[in-house]
């Protein structure tokens, strides 16, 4: 049988990082139609409700359930308000290995939203889970996320290149594939202990 991920929350000193809700439909519609979402990601585009509401209530929970990894909603402590999301995925229970991917609502950059809750997600994945390496992955040209990776310790090892599709937009507005190379960070627990006091962590 495959191992899973337990129903977790993980409370950060700003967020809190919780499996998403059907009322969290409305926030994450208006996150992943954002610009910049849009074009960094591989989402629907446009975005509706009923992606989100697909996603929220079926994606989701299946990768938890099939052992691939965990989507957790990241919300701020004080208003309540979904930020961002993040997604452990291609999870190697062999190798105790797991990539990261996350997005932040563009009402909610600059605040370091997204190192906050990576950070948070390392910390648990490594000590209460005892994983041995978290990935990111980057686009070439997304520097606010090769920021994110630097600033939680991440090394860059090196680059997949011409491995990823990325969007653009066009002259009449539209959009259209480009590819682009793609740039490998790997965190491990040791490049952790030093640098950074653990969140705090509950399971649900």
């Not at 299946?62 to 701020?76: F, K, P, Q």
């Not at 997604?87 to 290995?97: I, M, V």
Request: aromatic share 6%; glycine share 8%.
């Amino acid at each position: 049988m495959t191992p899973t991920f337990p129903d977790v929350s993980i409370s950060t000193e700003r967020l809190v990082l919780r499996p998403f809700e059907e009322a969290d439909i409305p926030e994450l519609a208006d996150m992943m139609n954002d610009e910049l979402t849009a074009a960094w990601t591989s989402v629907p585009n446009p975005y509706t409700p009923a992606d989100a509401r697909e996603w929220i209530t079926r994606g989701a929970p299946a990768e938890r359930t099939s052992g691939r990894g965990i989507v957790l909603a990241v919300d701020e402590h004080l208003t309540h308000r979904l930020v961002g999301t993040l997604h452990l995925k291609n999870t190697n229970w062999h190798t105790l290995t797991s990539e990261v991917g996350y997005v932040v609502g563009p009402w909610a950059r600059g605040e370091g939203y997204a190192a906050e809750s990576v950070l948070a997600i390392a910390q648990w994945l490594f000590h209460d889970q005892k994983f041995e390496r978290l990935e990111l992955r980057t686009a070439a040209g997304n520097t606010a996320s090769q920021q994110v990776a630097q600033k939680i310790g991440c090394v860059s090892e090196g680059v997949l290149r011409n491995a990823l599709i990325v969007r653009s937009r066009t002259e009449d507005g539209g959009w259209t594939d480009i590819r682009t190379d793609l740039i490998v960070w790997g965190l491990l627990p040791e490049d952790l202990e030093d640098a950074h006091t653990p969140a705090h962590r509950g399971a649900r």
